[in-house]
């Protein structure tokens, strides 16, 4: 059995996709928050793998990228898809929600944004699920991003459609394909378990 520690600031970010798969997949990992400012950059920064994080550290060997080592964990636990044609798809999710997540990130953290968030919310956000729904829509059946069963792109897909419920609660109202792979997620005994558990972070 491997061993896994995820080194990340502590919020939910770009770490907590593997976070989620640790949990439905109930493997134990080290989860390592560094703290702002305190704790970055100095030693933190000068030993992850570019100078960024997240990164995985797997039975001693450190990967960069959060997508990378998802991909590689959703795969040894069997939530990643069935065969390529099935991961092509779940990757094809990721990547999806994964713009979003970029887009979002491009105006958290900007100070006095309230226009900007507006903006995002009503334009660019709203464009960026319109394609999340109609991926789930090509892909999944009812509840699930791709195929039958719970896979990575589900949880990145709850995790990342998350931060836009936290600035308005009725987002998704015109989203039922993405509104069901949350609900179906959330429901989830061990997902629901870790929910419970997990530190209350806004990001
Ligand atoms: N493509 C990378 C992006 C990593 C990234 O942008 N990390 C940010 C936090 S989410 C970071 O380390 N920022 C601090 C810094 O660059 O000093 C990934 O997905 O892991």
Do not use: C
Not at 41 to 51: E, I, N
Not at 96 to 124: G, H, R
């Amino acid at each position: 059995m491997s061993s896994y520690k995820l080194t990340y600031f502590n919020g939910r970010g770009r770490g907590e996709t593997t976070r989620l798969i640790f949990a439905l997949a109930a493997v134990q990992f080290e989860d390592v928050r560094i703290n702002l400012p305190d704790d970055w950059p100095g030693t933190a920064k000068a030993d992850s793998p570019l100078g960024q994080l997240p990164y995985l550290t797997i039975d001693g060997i450190k990967i960069p990228q959060s997508s990378a080592f998802a991909r590689l964990v959703a795969k040894r636990f069997n939530l990643a898809g069935s065969d390529d044609l099935e991961q092509a798809k779940t990757d094809a999710v990721v990547d999806t929600v994964t713009d979003l997540q970029n887009a979002y990130y491009s105006i958290a953290f900007k100070e006095n944004s309230e226009a900007l968030v507006a903006k995002f919310l009503a334009e660019d956000a709203i464009s960026h699920l319109e394609k999340i729904e109609k991926i789930v829509n090509l892909y999944g059946t009812e509840g699930y991003s791709v195929g039958s069963s719970l896979k990575w792109s589900d949880l990145h897909l709850f995790d990342v459609t998350s931060n836009l419920l936290a600035l308005n609660v009725n987002i998704l109202d015109k989203y039922p394909r993405i509104k069901a792979v949350r609900r179906n997620v959330e429901s989830n005994e061990k997902i629901n378990a870790y929910l419970k558990t997990r530190p209350e972070t806004r990001y």
